[in-house]
């Protein structure tokens, strides 16, 4: 594969604060370099022979490659980042930095603290798109790495001294402040609303129990922390329970196998909750079962290890 150049996002002549010579410094020294260095590097990787190569060579070559991969997107992203004035931000911008920071000064704050904690070190700071949680975070980024494993970035600073040296000195400051007044919010909008439009990752799929609810573990802690009544059945397959050496703090233990038999002794005016060990089936049925007899009756999703994967109290099972 061959990298092509992107052509610069920003017009530098309009930049308030950064000459158009260290944008351009900036774009062919080191964009360029790193572009022209990925090529190289993906050319050398390419043309090895895999089953002659030693693994540690490989590697070596492979982690450049995505170092220098991250840093060209990430370049691209930090000139796409300029040329507005900093000040107005569309109002889509307002209610998601609202929504994820508090406030708009809040995330600001933030952005540049991260900034300014790098001030004689070098790296990113991003502010990022996680589709999985629908929500925007601040992080920073070294080696041009650290990046956020299905996050989409939005807004680039760059850290790194080439990027403010030639006219800021070691006044990194002055260099953060200059970034914020040329931030191009309309762009980041715009990134913004493409990158909500990514699906979160697929979540696990049981088209046969897809019609009984389920409740997260959290969200059952939270009813026990409230004080809410709840009966939590754990239905661990017998086999499977014999060899348990603990069980849900609260939890009482039925056998999947004799629901018929036990189920008359809750209670329909209490929510019930169900759990196996991984949430796949026992669980589920049980709910399904319960439910079609007319309980109130939930599976918790990820049964018994994702409740203790939360560092849910549990207790010795006798
Ligand atoms: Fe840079």
Not at 273 to 300: E, N, P, W
């Given at each position: 594969?061959?990298?092509?150049?992107?052509?610069?996002?920003?017009?530098?002549?309009?930049?308030?604060?950064m000459?158009?010579?260290?944008?351009?410094?900036?774009?062919?020294?080191?964009?360029?370099?790193?572009?022209?260095?990925?090529?190289?590097?993906?050319?050398?990787?390419?043309?090895?022979?895999?089953k002659?190569?030693?693994?540690q060579?490989?590697?070596?070559?492979?982690?450049?490659?995505?170092?220098?991969?991250?840093?060209?997107?990430?370049?691209?992203?930090?000139?796409?980042?300029?040329?507005?004035?900093?000040?107005?931000?569309?109002?889509?911008?307002?209610?998601?930095?609202?929504?994820?920071?508090?406030?708009?000064?809040?995330?600001?704050?933030?952005?540049?603290?991260?900034a300014?904690?790098?001030?004689?070190?070098?790296?990113?700071?991003?502010?990022?798109c996680?589709?999985?949680?629908g929500?925007?975070?601040?992080?920073?980024?070294?080696?041009?790495?650290?990046?956020?494993?299905?996050?989409?970035?939005?807004?680039?600073?760059?850290?790194?001294?080439?990027?403010?040296?030639?006219e800021?000195?070691?006044?990194t400051?002055?260099?953060?402040?200059?970034?914020?007044?040329?931030?191009?919010?309309?762009?980041?909008?715009?990134?913004?609303?493409?990158?909500i439009?990514?699906l979160?990752?697929?979540?696990?799929?049981?088209?046969?129990f897809?019609?009984?609810?389920?409740?997260?573990p959290?969200?059952?802690?939270?009813?026990?922390s409230?004080?809410?009544?709840?009966?939590?059945?754990?239905?661990?397959?017998?086999?499977?329970?014999?060899?348990?050496?603990?069980?849900?703090?609260?939890?009482?233990?039925r056998?999947?196998?004799?629901?018929?038999?036990w189920?008359?002794?809750?209670?329909?005016?209490?929510?019930?909750?169900?759990?196996?060990?991984?949430?796949?089936?026992?669980?589920?049925?049980?709910?399904?079962?319960?439910?079609?007899?007319?309980?109130?009756?939930?599976?918790?999703?990820?049964?018994?290890?994702?409740?203790?994967a939360?560092?849910?109290?549990?207790?010795l099972f006798?």
């Open positions: 594969m061959k990298y092509r150049i992107a052509p610069l996002f920003c017009r530098p002549w309009t930049l308030n604060g000459s158009p010579r260290l944008i351009e410094s900036h774009y062919e020294h080191n964009y360029g370099a790193a572009l022209n260095r990925l090529n190289s590097v993906t050319s050398e990787l390419e043309a090895l022979d895999v002659t190569t030693s693994a060579a490989i590697s070596r070559l492979s982690r450049e490659q995505s170092t220098l991969l991250n840093s060209t997107l990430l370049h691209e992203l930090y000139f796409a980042s300029l040329g507005g004035d900093g000040r107005s931000l569309p109002d889509t911008i307002v209610s998601a930095l609202t929504r994820d920071f508090g406030s708009v000064d809040r995330w600001r704050h933030e952005f540049i603290a991260l300014e904690a790098l001030t004689g070190d070098s790296g990113w700071i991003l502010l990022t996680v589709p999985r949680d929500r925007l975070i601040n992080h920073s980024a070294s080696d041009h790495a650290e990046s956020i494993a299905g996050g989409i970035p939005i807004l680039a600073l760059d850290m790194y001294e080439h990027a403010y040296h030639i800021y000195g070691a006044n400051t002055a260099y953060i402040a200059a970034f914020t007044r040329n931030i191009h919010w309309d762009a980041v909008e715009a990134r913004y609303t493409d990158a439009k990514v979160p990752p697929r979540s696990l799929d049981q088209p046969e897809k019609d009984v609810p389920s409740i997260t959290e969200e059952v802690q939270e009813m026990l409230s004080g809410k009544r709840v009966q939590i059945i754990d239905t661990r397959p017998r086999h499977y329970s014999t060899r348990a050496q603990d069980i849900v703090e609260g939890a009482v233990w056998d999947p196998e004799r629901l018929e038999e189920m008359g002794s809750l209670s329909k005016d209490e929510p019930v909750v169900t759990f196996c060990v991984y949430g796949f089936h026992i669980g589920c049925q049980s709910a399904a079962a319960l439910r079609k007899a007319g309980f109130d009756a939930r599976y918790m999703a990820g049964g018994h290890y994702a409740w203790k939360i560092k849910g109290p549990v207790k006798e």
